[in-house]
């Protein structure tokens, strides 16, 4: 198995353990990621993100499969399903985790996923009838850049 495979199957094992300390040490210092709840974060803001989310989990179950991993590039199928605390509903994420390299260590991580199906999972009607639209992402991504924040400042 590639070292980075091994690296992204680690990194996944953590998060499916709620291990949020053994997910950032797979991060290089200068590490990025973006997907389209939180939009882009430093290294600084990911590794909080981790574990902000996992410190609120409460049911969070993870599976995944890593699809490619080489020296330069890798990529990670993986599932999420929890409970949205904001409104009690049941979600079913379905993920593409794309990710660069350096030194060893994951550089670069975007996650993709239909927003739309999230939003009508997570927030019912609401999200069903918003959930498309490009002010619905932003407005999200200010509400958890907000919440993380917060989180930061109280850690």
């Not at 198995?1 to 094992?13: G, I, K, N, S």
């Not at 993100?49 to 990529?75: N, S």
């Not at 999420?80 to 994951?106: C, E, M, W």
Request: glycine share 10%.
């Amino acid at each position: 198995m590639h070292p980075h495979a091994v690296l992204l199957t680690r990194f996944y094992e953590a998060f499916a353990r709620g291990d949020a300390e053994a997910m950032v040490a797979c991060y290089h210092p200068e590490a990025a990621f973006s997907d389209p709840a939180f939009g882009l974060l430093d290294h600084a803001h990911v590794c909080g993100m981790w574990r902000m989310l996992l410190a609120r989990a409460r049911d969070l179950r993870v599976t995944f499969t890593v699809r490619a991993a080489d020296d330069e590039r890798g990529e990670v199928a993986w599932e999420a399903r929890y409970t949205f605390s904001r409104s009690g509903r049941p979600v079913h994420n379905i993920i593409t985790g794309q990710f660069g390299f350096k030194d060893g260590l994951i550089l670069a991580h975007r996650d993709g996923f239909d927003l739309h199906a999230w939003a009508k999972q997570a927030l019912g009607w609401k999200g069903s009838l918003l959930g498309g639209m490009g002010r619905f992402e932003r407005s999200l991504q200010a509400q958890a850049r907000k919440g993380l924040a917060a989180y930061l400042a109280g850690s």
